[in-house]
């Protein structure tokens, strides 16, 4: 399937019949926050809204089908995830992404891959996602949400920084495993808001 960005509603509803009713309204506020983003911080609106509906089109999977998906394509797997296969769905999605729906464009495509994790220097569409994902209207219970939302709405690097240490700081108390990706990123953005450096892609 060649997607072009009219094809939007239909890809709407291949999620609605792909995800459950849980995860589907999830979908639609992710995309719907990410819109707004992007409307605000000059991004492509309807990248954006692409983006949020299909960051999560591979979370209903099974783990032992995302498992063979990766190793089938020749996806790489870490520690972290081999331990925790549910982690996979951001590979697996953007797998997806271009196999199944057709994406093309590599920014919707790095946008879903790391939507989980976040990476140094990140695009402002990556950004979006990833912020979007946390502060969706569905999102009740993650730590200085409010805080977060106006932060969004300023400045995007801010916002994902406090994203990222409030995440650390939630699996650290839960002892939950961490992705190494995670915490380079936050080393990452800490760096950049300490000096003052430019190191922003978007």
Known sequence: MKLKHGDI???RKMMEKTLDSKRYEHTLGVAYTASCLAMCHNEDI??????GLL????????NSKKIKICEKHNIHINK??????FLLHAKVGSFLAMERYGVRDKD???????????RPGMSRLEKIIYIADYIEPNRKQAPNLEEIRKLAFVDLDRALLKILEDT???????????????KKTYEYYKEAARDGSDKRMG
């Open 55 to 62: 960051h999560d089109c591979a979370k209903c999977i099974k």
């Open 46 to 51: 309807k990248s954006a809204e692409l983006a």
């Open 80 to 85: 972290i995830e081999a331990q925790n296969p």
């Open 108 to 118: 919707i495509v790095n946008a879903i891959l790391n939507h989980t994790t976040g």
């Open 168 to 182: 650390l700081s939630y699996l650290e108390t839960v002892k939950s495993d961490i992705d190494p990706m995670t």
């Open 9 to 11: 509603g239909r890809i």
